[in-house]
């Protein structure tokens, strides 16, 4: 099943004079995030840690969409930085309307050989610079009655194999979504999250599934695109999502439900006969 063109589900103005500050947002489903964002007539501002790479994307981006990302290097890990890179926001925009907490860390490792330090980075990198970030900038998404999607996954769900150090971060992104929205919603403030399946040409599919994923494992008989993350993105930013809060939204075409009861090939399933019930 081939994937649906989604780029004018939405007019392209819907965002005009809004900010949004996305970590992560130099590379993949963020990238993907941050480009549909602006494309709709949201300014960008991306944070990460490799300012070469970011400043590269943000250039990208800009001439892409013929609009405005404007780069910032930052490590989610540090308070500090994030500090910074929200002054830096103010100073050039204003105000901040939208926050994505994106960035992430994950690979493949055994229990055994998972050291205590790769335990703690993927935790402060997921869990703890979603936090981080979102305090940074909580003052001003206050101010302008503003919104927050976190970036989660599937992975704790059901379980998965070598997965516990990912999979504990993004349970914890799951609280937070739920604990935020509860106590910033009467200060106007939306806190969703998007759980993405696998995504094709993203590094976390190449690196975490390889060429072992076979679509038809998938109910919806394909693997997942960036841009089915980036307009779920749109939706819960839009007006349309205004009563949408505490949510975390998993698109993934089914797959996580299938992880104990794979899906069976419409071959096989064609030579099984119907119920006489």
């Known amino acids: 099943?081939?994937?649906?063109?989604?780029?004018?589900?939405?007019?392209?103005?819907?965002?005009?004079?809004?900010?949004?500050?996305?970590?992560?947002?130099?590379?993949?489903?963020?990238r993907g995030m941050t480009e549909a964002m602006v494309r709709h007539g949201a300014k960008a501002v991306i944070i990460s840690r490799n300012f070469e790479k970011l400043q590269k994307?943000?250039?990208?981006?800009?001439?892409?969409?013929?609009?405005?990302?404007?780069?910032?290097?930052?490590?989610?890990?540090?308070?500090?930085?994030?500090?910074?890179?929200?002054?830096?926001?103010?100073?050039?925009?204003?105000?901040?309307d939208f926050l994505i907490n994106g960035a992430a860390g994950n690979f493949l490792a055994p229990f055994d050989s998972l050291s205590y330090n790769a335990f703690r980075t993927v935790?402060?990198?997921?869990?703890?610079?979603?936090?981080n970030l979102t305090k940074a900038a909580l003052q001003h998404l206050r101010a302008s009655n503003g919104a927050i999607i976190n970036v989660s996954a599937t992975l704790h769900y059901t379980g998965t194999i070598f997965q516990q150090?990912?999979?504990?971060?993004?349970?914890?992104?799951?609280?937070?979504?739920?604990h935020w929205a509860v106590e910033?919603?009467?200060?106007?403030?939306?806190?969703?999250?998007?759980?993405?399946?696998?995504?094709?040409?993203?590094?976390?599919?190449?690196r975490l599934a390889g060429d072992m994923l076979d679509p038809e494992q998938i109910p919806i008989q394909r693997v997942g695109e960036v841009q089915d993350i980036?307009?779920?993105?749109?939706?819960?930013?839009?007006?349309?999502?205004?009563?949408?809060?505490?949510?975390?939204?998993?698109?993934?075409?089914?797959?996580?439900?299938?992880?104990?009861?794979?899906?069976?090939?419409?071959?096989?399933?064609?030579?099984?006969p119907d119920s006489k019930l």
Not at 123 to 131: A, C, K, N, P
Not at 165 to 178: F, M, P, Q, S, V
Not at 243 to 271: F, K
Request: glycine share 12%; aromatic share 6%; with cysteine.
């Open 1 to 30: 099943m081939a994937a649906v063109d989604t780029t004018q589900i939405f007019k392209t103005d819907i965002f005009n004079g809004k900010i949004l500050l996305c970590s992560g947002g130099g590379s993949g489903i963020c």
């Open 57 to 96: 994307a943000a250039e990208e981006m800009s001439k892409a969409t013929n609009g405005e990302v404007f780069p910032i290097q930052a490590d989610v890990r540090k308070p500090e930085d994030l500090e910074k890179a929200v002054a830096k926001t103010i100073e050039k925009y204003g105000h901040i």
């Open 123 to 131: 935790i402060e990198i997921d869990l703890l610079g979603s936090y």
């Open 165 to 178: 150090h990912a999979g504990a971060a993004k349970a914890g992104i799951d609280a937070l979504t739920k």
């Open 184 to 206: 910033l919603g009467p200060s106007g403030v939306r806190v969703n999250g998007i759980a993405p399946g696998p995504i094709a040409s993203t590094e976390g599919l190449s």
């Open 230 to 272: 980036a307009q779920t993105t749109v939706f819960l930013f839009s007006q349309g999502a205004s009563y949408i809060t505490g949510q975390t939204i998993v698109v993934d075409g089914g797959h996580y439900l299938q992880t104990s009861s794979p899906a069976y090939p419409q071959s096989v399933l064609a030579g099984v």
